[in-house]
Structures are given as structure tokens and as C-alpha cells.
């Protein structure tokens, strides 16, 4: 099957375009999305199925997990990742609970696309990375792809999940360009790994958008001989523990990166895991590379400084050899 | 509209069948077996079928916390939510939703939501839903006076307004949330006039008058399923027991023992429609054949519910994801 080579931001569109062409039950719902980033939406779909939304997440967020419980397939853009807050309650109280809690009389098959974005001075309100609070909540699915052909198949296989599913876009990632396939059938599985670079010294695992931070590091290391693995969940839960764990009894040595901040992060969870079942394999003590536990600041001398970078895990490789 | 006496009779049977259920499942639950918290629906049966009768067998309904009533006004079997109760295997959620959340799924309910106002954003996606699909189906929307103060009740009824969604929102005002009175708690103590400001229609009605909010509901019913949209329905109406059976509020009553033994005394709505439905005619004889059918049924549904089994504790996992996940991973 040919492949095209496009950024994120279009493959994610591409995603969403072919579902809604493949099942007339995918609908779309969010804010300003008959305007921006979609394209002609209103005109190919009808507004039948392109739904602008009033500002108002607590309850859109809602109407969604209604109509999916009810024969759609909505696709949810709650937009900036720090206005779930707003839409929370709906999100772990009922998208996440109602399958549950009905004893599986209820499905809610729901798409709930958010997008972090930070690193572009827009403040402490508009720049969060929340994926680790939702990550302790049961029945969720949560989805953080780093590539084009993994935004696009996890986009394609989360429409077709009968569970909710979130996905964090990460805007640092929106340029990146890579190899898509023109399979409409194309899917990435929910719930397995992948490694973007295989190496035998450490372990690298990043998520979102720290993972260009990671794969600038493996290829600088490279030229000093330095073999660096390269580990992208792509599904923070179910996390697919058994190809990490493969990791790192293979390298003996683990640095984890990611922009989230640092107290109860994707990356605590991970370390713990690793700790418990495969302790043993650690040559060194693991490093976590985070945001620290601080707001994100307004001022590019403040904020640019917040997320890990090449260096930071140059240096923390090498303090592991 | 008035309802025939067919229907009359199902009314009747439906309203004494939440009575019936709700006193044997208080009797269960003060002797300890049924578990949890019990939030029982007497003294709101007229509203309740009142409302549930106006819809067909395939609407769908969303409901509260207090959610007995709500799967028998649409016809539940008894069964399934006594089971459920107790926490069966067999009960109507198999023993994940208990009390607060006896949401049938078999006459349309999509969900019980103990959060309170958490339902109504779910019943608006249902409306949208059934007007993206064109099945001409509606949605009724429980909620008390208490949600109506929740911002997603705020929301939802402004996109219902702008999208003509086929909801019937229907408040069922018994005047109190927990302790906190309508008056101390709504800057506007008529429910139905915050109506106007999303362009709705709004209907205030006598809770208690099972024919007064059957009329309005089938009203709202037919402007729904006439692309005309949602209304706002107050049905008025008085909770006869404590805001869970059992519980002790200390201080001072927040309510009067006059107002609570009036409204047992003078509004019982069972005891105001089988009058009405005597000086209309009906039979006595009819009346307590039902009575006694009713009786049966709740007796056949406890004995069910007892000898039924509890969950296996290895199906802890069952029902959180629609296929089960690696299962090493609950393990790690």
C-alpha cells in the first residue's frame, strides 16, 4: 500500500476525515471547529454531523457521551487540554463509569480529542500536559501519539473503540513529518508500544512531545557510540508494560522523559512498575526527566527552561554508563 | 390530553407498584439486607408515571440518585431491581449500580446519575442523537429542584433551545435538596419561569395529579417528536420520607412535621387518583385485583433477589472495558 509523507496536524485531519466518510454515526463536536483547522467540514458533511459547540465543556462534553451511549460515534474536541478540568466530571463520572456501573448494558463510545499546548508563553491556564490525573482513572483509554502514522491509525482505531478513549495531541509535534499510509484500513492498536529506535546500551522512553527531545539525543549519542533505545508507549493506559519491561532487561538502564510535571507523572507509574518487576535487570538507578512541580510561567526566560531537552538526556545517559 | 381507561389502569398499577417496592425495600434495607444508602420515591409516584407514561416503549430516560421509580413508571420488571438492590449478579446493572443507580437498560434508561445535574448533559446527547439519526424517539430527563442550581443545567437546556432537541425536561420539585430548601437555595423560586430565558416553554404543574403532569408531558412529547423541541416541566411534588431512609438530621427539623404529615394526610398521589378514578367509575374490585397483583409481584421479586447469586469476586474486572485488556497489566 502507497504512503504519504505528511505532517501530525494533517494526518490527525486525514483521520478524522476518512471515519467520518467510512460511518455515518462518526459525528464531530467542539468549539470553533466549523471555522478552524478541519477544512470545509460544514460543506462535506452536512451540519448534521459537524456540531459547533456554545461554550459551555462541563456539558457538551456530556451531550457527547449521551449521543455515543445512544448509536453515534462522537468525536469530542474539548480543544485546549486545560479546559478538561471543566469537562472532567462527565469525562470520570459518566464516560468513564457507565459501562461499569450498568453492568455493561451501556457503551460509550466516545473520542475525546484534547491538545496540549505549552512552550508558547501562553500561561499557566492555557499550558497544561494533564494526562496523569486521567491516567488513574479506571475505564478510560488514553492515547498520546508522537507520529503521523500513529496519530492517524490510533485516531482511526479510538473511533472505532466502544470505549472512551482520550487523546492528547501534543502542539510541539504538529509539524513533525513522517510516512502515512493511504490504507483507509490502516489502525494502530490501542494498548502497544512502540520502539522508534532500537539500541542496546539504555533505554530512552519519552512521551508526547518529549519524544523529540529523546530521538535528537539517540542520534547525537549514536555518533559517540552510545546505542540508545528508543520507547514510545503511544498508549499511556493500558500501558503495554511487556515491551518496556523487554526493554529494559535488555539495556539495564532507564531514563524516562516527559513534560508533564513531575510529582505522580506517567513517569512515576512506569518506575514503579519497573522497580516491582524487573528491579533486578537495573544496572543504575532510573532518571526521570519531568517539567518540576511548578506552574507554567508566563515569561519565555522562565518557561523555556521547564522542559527537559536534547542535552538533559544526553547528560542523563552518559551519567549512566 | 386525558388518558383513557386503559391507560388509567396502568397508571394506577405503575404508581402502586413504586409504593409497594419502596416499602418492602425500606422494611429490607432497615433490617440490613439491602446494603448501601436508600433513597426511597414515595410520595413522588404521580409525577413519576405521570411522565413516563407519555413516552413509547423506545424513548429513553436518564434519572437521579433517588432511582427506584423511574425504571418501574417505564415498565420495569420488579426482579431485576430488587436484585439489584441487594447486590446480585442477576440485579438490572448486575450488581455494579445498586440504589442510587437502578438504570434498566432494557425500558430505555441510559443512566442514573447520583452526581447531581450529570444527567442532563446525557439526556441532551440523547436528544441530539435521535435527531441526528432521524428515529423520532425523545428523551425524558429526571432531575430535582437541587440540579436545577448545577451549571449543566444551564448549559444543556441553551443547546437544546438552539438545536430544537427532542427533551423533556422534567423537575421533579419536591422542595428540597437534602435540608436545603427551594427558598434558601433558587434566586428564582419558580423552576419552570427559567424557561423563558433560553427560549423554551415552560410548564409548572401539580406533581401530586397524576392526569396534570400525564397532559403536560404528552404536550411536551408531541412538540418533541414535532421537531419543535425541549420543555421545561415543574412537576411540584413532596418526597414523604427522609432524604434516605434512616437518616438522622441533627439540630433543628428543616422542615415542619405539619407540612410532611399534610402532604402524607391530604396529597398522597395514590390515594388523590384511585378516589378520582372510583368517582369516575372504575371499579373497587379492579382496583384491589391490582392491588393484590402488585403485592405478588414484589413478594416474587424479593424472594428472586434472595436466592439470587452474589457477583463472583474474580469478575471484579468484568464490564470496565468492552473486551478485557491484557491481563498481565492488571497484574503489573
Redesign the interface.
Known amino acids: 500500500m502507497a504512503t504519504t509523507r505528511i505532517s501530525y496536524l494533517d494526518a490527525l485531519v486525514q483521520a478524522q476525515i476518512e471515519e467520518m466518510e467510512r460511518d455515518p454515526n462518526v459525528i464531530l463536536m467542539g468549539e470553533d471547529i466549523a471555522v478552524y483547522g478541519s477544512g470545509d467540514l460544514v460543506e462535506r458533511f452536512g451540519s448534521n454531523r459537524i456540531w459547533p459547540m456554545p461554550i459551555s465543556e462541563a456539558s457538551f462534553t456530556g451531550v457527547g457521551i449521551g449521543a455515543a451511549i445512544s448509536g453515534l460515534r462522537p468525536i469530542v474536541d474539548i480543544n485546549i487540554a486545560s479546559f478538561m478540568y471543566l469537562a472532567s466530571d462527565q469525562i470520570v463520572n459518566q464516560a468513564a463509569k457507565l459501562r461499569y456501573m450498568t453492568g455493561g448494558h451501556v457503551q460509550v463510545p466516545i473520542v475525546f480529542r484534547v491538545c496540549m499546548f505549552y512552550g508558547v508563553s501562553i500561561a499557566a491556564q492555557h499550558s497544561d500536559r494533564p494526562y496523569p490525573q486521567f491516567m488513574n482513572v479506571p475505564g478510560l483509554k488514553i492515547l498520546c501519539p508522537t507520529t503521523p502514522a500513529d496519530i492517524k491509525g490510533l485516531l482511526k482505531s479510538a473511533v472505532r473503540d466502544d470505549d472512551p478513549v482520550i487523546i492528547f495531541e501534543d502542539s510541539k509535534l504538529w509539524t513533525v513529518k513522517g510516512d502515512v499510509s493511504s490504507d483507509l484500513d490502516a489502525l494502530v492498536p490501542i494498548g502497544r508500544a512502540d520502539v522508534k529506535r532500537v539500541g542496546t546500551d539504555v533505554t530512552v522512553l519519552a512521551i508526547g512531545g518529549a519524544m523529540r527531545a529523546a530521538l535528537e539525543a539517540a542520534d547525537a549519542l549514536a555518533k559517540e557510540g552510545i546505542s540508545v533505545e528508543v520507547v514510545d508507549p503511544r498508549t499511556l493506559k493500558p500501558l503495554d508494560f511487556e515491551t518496556i519491561i523487554a526493554s529494559v532487561v535488555k539495556t539495564g538502564r532507564l531514563v524516562l522523559v516527559e513534560n508533564a510535571h513531575r510529582r505522580v507523572n506517567a513517569s512515576s507509574e512506569i518506575a514503579a512498575i519497573i522497580c516491582e518487576h524487573a528491579f533486578d535487570s537495573l544496572r543504575k538507578p532510573i532518571i526521570r526527566l519531568t517539567a518540576p512541580d511548578v506552574h507554567v510561567p508566563f515569561s519565555p526566560a522562565l518557561e523555556n527552561a521547564m522542559y527537559p531537552k536534547c542535552d538533559d538526556v544526553v547528560a542523563a545517559v552518559k551519567r549512566m554508563l | 390530553m386525558t388518558m383513557d381507561r386503559t391507560q388509567q389502569l396502568e397508571a394506577y398499577r405503575r404508581m402502586v407498584r413504586i409504593r409497594r417496592f419502596e416499602e418492602e425495600g425500606t422494611r429490607l434495607f432497615t433490617g440490613g439486607r439491602i446494603p448501601g444508602a436508600y433513597h426511597s420515591s414515595i410520595g413522588q409516584e404521580a409525577t413519576i408515571v405521570g411522565a413516563c407514561l407519555a413516552l413509547r416503549a423506545n424513548d ?1 430516560m ?1 434519572g437521579t440518585h433517588r432511582s427506584h421509580g423511574h425504571p418501574i413508571g417505564k415498565g420495569a420488571d420488579l426482579r431485576g431491581l430488587m436484585a439489584e438492590l441487594m447486590g446480585k449478579e442477576t ?7 445498586g440504589s442510587m ?1 437502578l ?1 434498566d ?2 425500558v430505555g434508561i ?2 442514573e ?1 447520583a ?1 447531581v445535574g ?1 444527567g ?14 432521524g428515529t423520532g424517539q425523545v ?1 425524558l430527563c429526571f432531575f430535582g429542584d437541587g440540579a436545577v442550581n448545577q ?2 443545567f444551564h ?2 437546556l ?2 437544546a433551545s ?1 438545536w430544537k432537541l427532542p427533551v423533556i425536561y422534567l423537575c421533579e420539585n419536591n422542595g428540597y435538596a437534602i435540608t436545603t430548601s427551594l427558598q434558601s437555595s433558587h434566586g428564582q423560586p419558580s423552576v419552570a419561569a427559567r424557561a423563558a430565558a433560553y427560549g423554551l416553554l415552560g410548564v409548572a404543574v401539580d406533581g401530586q395529579d397524576i392526569d396534570a403532569v400525564f397532559d403536560a408531558a404528552s404536550q411536551a412529547v408531541t412538540r418533541a417528536r414535532g421537531g419543535l423541541g425541549a420543555t421545561l416541566i415543574e412537576a411540584k411534588t413532596y418526597r414523604f420520607d427522609e432524604h434516605e431512609v434512616g437518616l438522622v438530621i441533627p439540630g433543628k427539623p428543616y422542615r415542619p412535621a405539619a407540612e410532611v404529615e399534610h402532604y402524607r394526610a391530604e396529597r398522597d398521589p395514590i390515594v388523590l387518583f384511585r378516589s378520582k378514578l372510583l368517582a369516575s367509575g372504575a371499579a373497587a374490585s379492579n382496583l384491589d385485583s391490582i392491588d393484590a397483583e402488585v403485592q405478588e409481584a414484589v413478594v416474587d421479586a424479593v424472594r428472586f433477589a434472595e436466592v439470587s447469586q452474589s457477583p463472583d469476586p474474580k469478575s471484579l474486572y ?6 478485557p ?2 491481563q ?2 492488571w497484574a ?1
Open positions: 429513553s436518564t440485579g438490572v446493572c448486575r450488581g455494579r449500580g443507580h438504570a437498560h432494557s441510559i443512566g446519575s452526581i450529570g442532563i448533559p446525557l439526556a441532551t446527547g440523547v436528544g441530539l442523537s435521535a435527531k441526528v439519526r428523551c451549571g449543566t448549559e444543556s441553551n443547546m438552539l468484568d464490564y470496565l472495558y468492552s473486551r485488556i491484557n498481565s497489566s503489573l
